[in-house]
């Protein structure tokens, strides 16, 4: 059984950084990708940042460009968000997700697998 759980999350200032851990377990992603999305109340889930396991190659949505940085540690099987310079706005639910496709890695449809998601908070 896979199983993807995250961890990380909480209340931070506006300016602040927190780090979500993605541990999965069951399977590898080796040849798939490991994807962050997010879901703000009143909000359709949203794509946040992806990458693929075998080259570590990675994609952002624009509005985390230069302050969220996804890794990942094959050793450990898990995968982190790094988020910096957080803003209100970035206040979500974040979810990990495995799977993708190559079609289109910002597509929910594609990812087959889902942790629980933690909750950040940025207060202004």
């Known amino acids: 059984q896979v199983q993807l759980v995250e961890s990380g999350g909480g209340l931070v200032q506006a300016g602040g950084s927190l780090r979500l851990s993605c541990a999965a377990s069951g399977r590898t992603f080796s040849r798939s990708y490991m994807a962050w999305f997010r879901q703000a109340p009143g909000k359709e889930r949203e794509f946040v940042a992806t990458?693929?396991?075998?080259?570590?190659?990675?994609s952002y949505v624009d509005s985390v460009k230069g302050r969220f940085t996804i890794s990942r540690d094959n050793a450990k099987n898990t995968v982190y968000l790094q988020m910096n310079s957080l803003k209100p706005e970035d206040t979500a639910v974040y979810y990990c997700?495995?799977?993708?496709?190559?079609?289109?890695?910002?597509?929910?449809?594609?990812?087959?697998?889902w942790g629980q998601g933690t909750q950040v908070t940025v207060s202004s």
């Open positions: 997700a495995g799977g993708g496709s190559s079609v289109d890695i910002t597509q929910i449809k594609f990812y087959d697998y």
């Open positions: 990458i693929r396991w075998s080259t570590s190659s990675t």
